[in-house]
T-cell receptor
Framework: DTAVSQTPKYLVTQMGNDKSIKCEQN?????MYWYKQDSKKFLKIMFS???????INETVPNRFSPKSPDKAHLNLHINSLELGDSAVYFC?????????????FGPGTRLTVT | SQQGEEDPQALSIQEGENATMNCSYK?????LQWYRQNSGRGLVHLIL?????REKHSGRLRVTLDTSKKSSSLLITASRAADTASYFC???????????FGSGTKLNVKP
């Protein structure tokens, strides 16, 4: 069974377009995240939601808008795509372990903006 | 910034050898975690060490944490070709919800 799934896996689009990436987790976790991994493999947190409420917004441009319809889903909508948005976007979820939060990652969505 | 930084950036060893990679960070943490990322895949959690722990083992993995030096190391013993991947450390702040990753160590284990 897939724990954290993302769709689509690949997304190629032109500058100026609007696109969405969907994420679903079936682990019963309370918290979900979006990360961006750039070409140098640096992984940076973008957003975090806990029980559908936004708890972290790491100075991401307003063109990025996360939406959590329920605690199992966290979607990412991107307006007016720019070349610099090209990256791999990972969704993750977490549930408190005995000493902190372990995260479970989705397979990633490779976004290419041309 | 608060992010972890892994060292070395790349490591190439023969199967059967041990692999050691290091992580340094800048601020106080609640715990530090190591993740593995195979090419084209998401990250997989390997091990978590709390700030009051100094060493932890899991199978062929050994993690150490030195909070005075703000550093951690991950040792993979008796490496296998299947260990070829990128390895990331992630530091968790005391509010737990924020994690900071570095750019990883790319490990290549040659058969």
């Amino acid at each position: 069974d897939t724990a954290v799934s993302q769709t689509p896996k690949y997304l190629v689009t032109q500058m100026g377009n609007d696109k969405s990436i969907k994420c679903e987790q079936n682990l019963g976790h309370d918290t979900m995240y979006w990360y961006k991994q750039d070409s140098k493999k640096f992984l940076k947190i973008m957003f975090s939601y806990n029980n559908k409420e936004l708890i972290i917004n790491e100075t991401v441009p307003n063109r990025f808008s996360p939406k959590s319809p329920d605690k199992a889903h966290l979607n990412l909508h991107i307006n007016s795509l720019e070349l610099g948005d090209s990256a791999v976007y990972f969704c993750a979820s977490s549930f408190p372990g005995t000493s902190g939060y372990e995260q479970y990652f989705g397979p990633g969505t490779r976004l290419t903006v041309t | 910034s608060q992010q972890g930084e892994e060292d070395p950036q790349a490591l190439s060893i023969q199967e059967g050898e041990n692999a050691t990679m290091n992580c340094s960070y800048k601020t106080s943490i609640n715990n530090l975690q190591w993740y593995r990322q195979n090419s084209g895949r998401g990250l997989v959690h390997l091990i978590l060490i709390r700030s009051n722990e100094r060493e932890k083992h899991s199978g062929r993995l050994r993690v150490t944490l030195d909070t005075s030096k703000k550093s951690s190391s991950l040792l993979i013993t008796a490496s296998r070709a299947a260990d070829t991947a990128s390895y990331f450390c992630a530091t968790a702040a005391y509010n737990f919800n924020k994690f900071y990753f570095g750019s990883g160590t790319k490990l290549n284990v040659k058969p």
